[in-house]
């Protein structure tokens, strides 16, 4: 079993920043991928970015140069900076992480997500 646990998120103005963190625990391998998706009202959950443990790292396209991902690996956190927010970043975001086969990292052994925290951009 893996426990993510993520910060809270909260309400900000457009053009604001806000950074969330979640916190791994559990049976977690050596070879893993963390990140975030978020999901909006009426919308499917979508990637927004994720970090393996190498450092290698991807972003929607909708928050390149805005949102940064970053990891601290003794501790299995990651962390998403959100810098210039938009309302349309309004969303649930989830906290995910996979493991990874340590032979071939493009299987994913186990899926595991957070419950979710809220973050509410206004215009």
């Known amino acids: 079993q893996v426990q993510l646990v993520e910060s809270v998120g909260g309400l900000v103005q457009a053009g604001g920043s806000l950074r969330l963190s979640c916190a791994a625990s559990?049976?977690?391998?050596?070879?893993?991928?963390m990140g975030w998706y978020r999901q909006a009202p009426g919308k499917q959950r979508e990637l927004v970015a994720t970090?393996?443990?190498?450092?290698?790292?991807t972003y929607a396209d909708s928050v390149k140069g805005r949102f940064t991902i970053s990891r601290d690996n003794a501790k299995t956190t990651v962390y998403l900076q959100m810098n210039s927010l938009k309302p349309e970043d309004t969303a649930v975001y989830y906290c995910?992480?996979?493991?990874?086969?340590?032979?071939?990292?493009?299987?994913?052994?186990?899926?595991?997500w957070g419950q979710g925290t809220q973050v509410t951009v206004s215009s």
């Open positions: 970090i393996s443990t190498g450092g290698s790292t």
């Open positions: 995910n992480l996979d493991n990874l086969n340590n032979a071939n990292v493009n299987n994913v052994i186990s899926r595991h």
């Open positions: 559990g049976s977690i391998f050596r070879r893993n991928t």
